[in-house]
T-cell receptor, first 111, second 115 residues
């Protein structure tokens, strides 16, 4: 079963912050975050492992609540280049390396 | 950088035709995957492979088969294409560590239209 992402879409002005949530009905081993710009392939952003630390780079960070089977992606002081569709991919506790992706969150950053 | 190459960016086929989508990766990755991307449905896993000649069904394998005769190549086969298989198909590969740290590298996608 696919994880549920919210919101489905969000429009921001440059410099504003956003949070994208990913919720699974299954116990998770890891959560991945990817971004897909229009017409391009999805690109890896970060991975969060069960029992691991919160990841982040630049102004994009994420958290993983294992008990709630949820992850959140935080985009701070958004830039035009952050526009795209964000996907979370979840791996269940068997660590099978098989990723099940959510339905995506469309983020549009406007000047 | 790992490169995942999908041989066809755009294909138009007729209902009932047999369709081959080819994917090649150049970094000796163990795992390879085929996803289908549709608006509002995200990325859905069709099939994946952990090793040569090995395959496992994903969430939506019906109407598809796969072939992995060589480590670097993973083919998706539509035995008899139908209009509901019109979609964007994404191939991906990952290193193969059993650690939950496998990062997927995606190809650019193959947009298939079945008429």
């Amino acid at each position: 079963q696919q994880p549920v992402q919210s919101p489905q879409a969000v429009i921001l002005r440059e410099g504003e912050d956003a949070v994208i949530n990913c919720s699974s009905s299954k116990a998770l081993y890891s959560v991945h975050w990817y971004r897909q710009k229009h017409g391009e392939a999805p690109v890896f952003l970060m991975i969060l492992l069960k029992g691991g630390e919160q990841k982040g780079h630049e102004k994009i960070s994420a958290s993983f609540n294992e008990k709630k089977q949820q992850s959140s992606l935080y985009l701070t002081a958004s830039q035009l280049s952050y526009s795209g569709t964000y996907f979370c991919g979840t791996e269940d506790t068997r660590a099978t390396n098989k990723l099940i992706f959510g339905t995506g969150t469309l983020l549009a950053v406007q000047p | 950088d790992v490169k995942v190459t999908q041989s066809s960016r755009y294909l138009v086929k007729r209902t009932g035709e047999k369709v081959f989508l080819e994917c090649v990766q150049d970094m000796d990755h163990e795992n390879m995957f085929w996803y289908r991307q549709d608006p509002g449905l995200g990325l859905r896993l069709i099939y994946f492979s952990y090793d040569v000649k090995m395959k496992e069904k994903g969430d939506i394998p019906e109407g598809y088969s796969v072939s992995r005769e060589k480590k670097e190549r993973f083919s998706l086969i539509l035995e008899s294409a139908s209009t509901n298989q019109t979609s964007m198909y994404l191939c991906a590969s990952s290193l193969g560590l059993i650690s939950g740290a496998n990062v997927l590298t995606f190809g650019a996608g193959s947009r298939l239209t079945v008429l």
